[in-house]
């Protein structure tokens, strides 16, 4: 399972997606496939018996089985990471804007307004170096090392992934394409028979 979960968690990182996000979709995934193993209970017992599967709420679980049904479960949940926030913060904010309106540049350090006291207003807990760091790895902004200003790049939050970076993603999911073969079949066979006999890998 950790072997199977790695390429993925790579590139979530790559691309800037937070915990949260990737906890939504699992929750979606879990739901989704114990809704699947129950086709034939009724709509009553079947929130149970899922929050007795999956360990999720039975309010998370009646929210998650309506949106399968409408077709909405298909549509990735809202990111929001520091680094959204910060952006989004930065775009948006009269204080920190130029008279066009858009994002102005902002020295590093010092009282408002500066990226160091833009960074403070989302999170006390994460160090304005850090965010800025983040920013700089997703290709969102830029850092003026002789003069110790910094500006944005994008109008968008879309981070940047690297051609390498994305093609290393594709070359591990394919080197761990037959072992997630094989744990499907061995969690299939576990699933639907008393005395699973497991394949060999």
Not at 85 to 109: I, N
Request: net charge positive.
């Amino acid at each position: 399972m950790r072997e199977m979960l790695g390429p993925p968690a790579r590139l979530a990182v790559a691309r800037g997606l937070p915990h949260a996000t990737l906890d939504d979709l699992l929750k979606q995934a879990l739901v989704e496939a114990a809704d699947r193993s129950h086709t034939e209970l009724p709509p009553h017992r079947l929130v149970n018996r899922i929050t007795a599967a999956t360990g999720i709420h039975r309010r998370e679980v009646s929210s998650l089985i309506a949106a399968l049904r409408e077709g909405r479960a298909q549509q990735p949940p809202a990111s929001r990471s520091h680094a959204s926030e910060l952006f989004t913060h930065w775009r948006t904010d009269r204080a920190y804007c130029d008279r066009r309106g858009s994002a102005a540049e902002l020295v590093r350090q010092g009282p408002a307004p500066s990226f160091e006291s833009l960074a403070q207003c989302i999170t006390r807990d994460v160090h304005p170096r850090s965010l800025l760091d983040e920013l700089l790895r997703l290709g969102m902004a830029a850092h003026d090392t002789e003069l110790d200003t910094v500006s944005l790049l994008r109008e968008a939050f879309v981070p940047r992934v690297t051609k390498s970076g994305c093609c290393r993603y594709w070359d591990e999911t394919w080197a761990t394409t037959s072992k997630r073969r094989w744990t499907s079949c061995c969690a299939t066979t576990v699933a639907t028979s008393s005395r699973p006999c497991l394949p060999t890998a």
